[in-house]
């Protein structure tokens, strides 16, 4: 008969918050690395650093993920500092927790390969379709007001120079936020499951133990 012994607890929470520390980290440290994505607005960029928060969250749970999320938000905060008064850091923050509970919770009905694939599947469509949402409602909206320089028409426009088919905000939200976000949550899906493949049975057996 097996004993709950709280000394094996309390390993076991350090564990993860290890774990915890060190995802998010990672995933700080990857949203250094930006890529421009041609088509969109300068200011929307390509990164990875939901790979690691993904992951974790797999691994751990819906909570832990997003602490993880936060861990990493509040690093870059502190490495690369703020251009947007802290405006795009929050958004950030909203569309990885968008784009991981989702992933999860789905995950979690059943722990197979197939079921990994829906949960990405899934979870990519979502944040794409809620990042859409949250910037043309409220991101946009607000750091324009505490912006002194930008307008509506200023960010359509620039959202222009780089895409023909922008004439408006709706444009700009179907033919140039949208596909943006899109092509990030398929590639940090496509990477997840790649590194998801040989972390399997850990993910699992973490799962089987919270």
């Known amino acids: ?19 915890t520390a060190m995802f998010g980290a ?8 930006e890529l421009p994505i041609f088509f ?18 797999y691994m751990l749970g819906p909570l832990w993920g997003c602490v993880i ?5 509040a690093l ?14 929050m958004a950030n923050l909203l569309f990885t927790i968008a784009y991981v509970l989702p992933a999860v919770f789905i995950y979690r009905v059943k722990r197979t390969k197939k079921s990994a ?5 899934a979870a990519t469509l979502f944040a794409s ?9 409220v991101v946009f909206p607000f750091y324009i007001s505490v912006s002194s320089s930008l307008t509506m028409d200023v960010v359509i426009n620039m959202a222009a120079g780089t895409n ?32 998801y493949a040989p972390l399997r049975k850990l993910i699992n057996s973490f799962q089987k133990n919270r």
């Open 1 to 19: 008969m097996q004993t709950n012994n709280p000394k094996n607890n309390s390993v076991t929470t350090t564990a993860r918050l290890t774990l």
């Open 26 to 33: 990672l995933a700080a440290v990857l949203m250094l690395f």
């Open 40 to 57: 969109t607005l300068p200011f929307i960029k390509l990164d990875f650093s939901d790979v690691p928060v993904i992951l974790g969250a």
């Open 69 to 73: 999320a936060f861990i990493k938000i």
């Open 76 to 89: 870059n905060f502190v490495l690369n500092g703020t251009t947007t008064v802290g405006v795009g850091e």
């Open 117 to 121: 694939v829906l949960s990405l599947a």
């Open 129 to 137: 379709v809620f990042a859409v949402v949250l910037d043309w409602f």
């Open 164 to 195: 023909p088919l922008v004439h408006n905000a709706f444009t700009m939200m179907l033919f140039s936020v949208f596909p943006a976000n899109l092509l990030k949550y398929t590639l940090a899906s496509v990477l997840t499951f790649f590194a």
